[in-house]
């Protein structure tokens, strides 16, 4: 029952902005650690951000100052705000949630949303 489901991927020009979402199912949403990991064909997957229980946030350096992770746990949602798009910045975005000291068990990813920043 456990589901987690993206949206707001789309082919943009370089630039322009769009905001993911990712909302969740069968959870307790605000005990998880939330983040966003991508991947590119022939590239290995990359954590873009990471927002934690108590809504402590990173963000790596390839898109600091970009890329904005929030999270709203009344909606059991996190967000991907994404500025500033570049060409490099074309993947699959997929959701994560996990438990840090809980064990493997707690680990749950989405199915993924395609993002093409193409001019």
């Known amino acids: 029952q456990v589901q987690l489901v993206e949206s707001g991927g789309g082919l943009v020009q370089p630039g322009e902005s769009l905001r993911l979402s990712c909302a969740a199912s069968g959870i307790l949403f605000s005990t998880y650690r939330m983040s966003w990991y991508r991947q590119g064909p022939g590239n290995q997957r990359e954590l873009v951000a990471t927002v934690s229980i108590a809504d402590s946030t990173n963000v790596a350096d390839s898109v600091k100052g970009r890329f904005t992770i929030s999270r709203d746990n009344a909606k059991k949602t996190v967000y991907l705000q994404m500025n500033s798009l570049k060409p490099e910045d074309t993947a699959n975005y997929y959701c994560?949630?996990?438990?840090?000291?809980?064990?493997?068990?707690?680990?749950?990813w989405g199915q993924g949303t395609q993002v093409t920043v193409s001019s």
């Open positions: 994560n949630a996990d438990r840090p000291g809980w064990g493997p068990n707690y680990n749950y």
